[in-house]
């Protein structure tokens, strides 16, 4: 029950929340274009689009069903739709390069990767002020791992908030529970003007491999 917990509460967090925050974002930019009237739509669509996306993901959340972006693409497709969605409505570019043998992976090892690179990017949207992001996926005989880079703002990983926590909130905490449950790892880089760096590495468990 608590693993189920869990799991909804990262899910919950990575659609819902994410989707909320963006549709804010949209909408608080469309009230300051209210005089220009192509802005002001393309922030109301962009809004709206993300209200569709985030009901239809919420809806699979419930069901434990695996992301829309999975069920219609391999792994590197469906990560580079993420980061030109992504893009278009932050209007900062985002590069994905997969290296190595991409090849199909159990589905756990897909949806943590999936949702670390929808996290991290949410995170350059929230907290960077970036121009650009670069992500890579890389296969590798034993290990698949995941690179976000930005260079944004960057901060300070390991200072400690008022209330004991450390910078990156739910989150960074979330990212780090998902590749923890695949014995991974999840590594993060930053410091105040030098950008930041995401990586989250996952053992290669090929599809159909063990439950």
């Known amino acids: 029950m608590f ?24 909408l608080q930019a469309a009230e300051q274009t209210r005089d220009r009237s192509a802005v002001w739509q393309r922030h109301v669509a962009n809004a709206s689009t993300l209200a569709r996306e985030s009901l239809t993901e919420a809806g699979r959340t419930v069901h434990a069903v695996e992301p829309a972006a999975l069920a219609e693409a391999r792994l590197p497709d469906a990560i580079g739709e993420v980061a030109k969605q992504w893009a278009t409505v932050n209007d900062v570019a985002a590069v994905l390069t997969t290296t190595g043998d991409a090849r199909p992976m159990h589905p756990d090892v897909e949806v943590t990767l999936l949702r670390t690179a929808q996290e991290a990017l949410a995170n ?7 121009s650009r992001v670069g992500l890579t996926l890389s296969y590798m005989e034993d290990l698949v ?28 905490t979330g990212m780090r529970q998902r590749v923890q449950r695949l014995a991974g790892r999840l590594e993060i880089e930053s410091e105040p003007g030098a950008g930041t760096a995401v990586s989250a590495t996952v053992p290669a468990i090929p599809a159909g491999g063990v439950e």
Do not use: W, Y
């Open 3 to 26: 693993d189920e917990r869990q799991r909804m509460a990262r899910e919950i967090h990575d659609t819902l929340a994410q989707g909320l925050a963006g549709i804010v974002t949209q």
């Open 124 to 130: 350059v949207a929230k907290h960077a002020r970036a």
């Open 145 to 172: 791992t995941l690179d976000v880079r930005d260079d944004g703002v960057g901060f300070e990983p390991n200072v400690k908030r008022a209330n004991g926590s450390t910078n990156g909130g739910f989150g960074l």
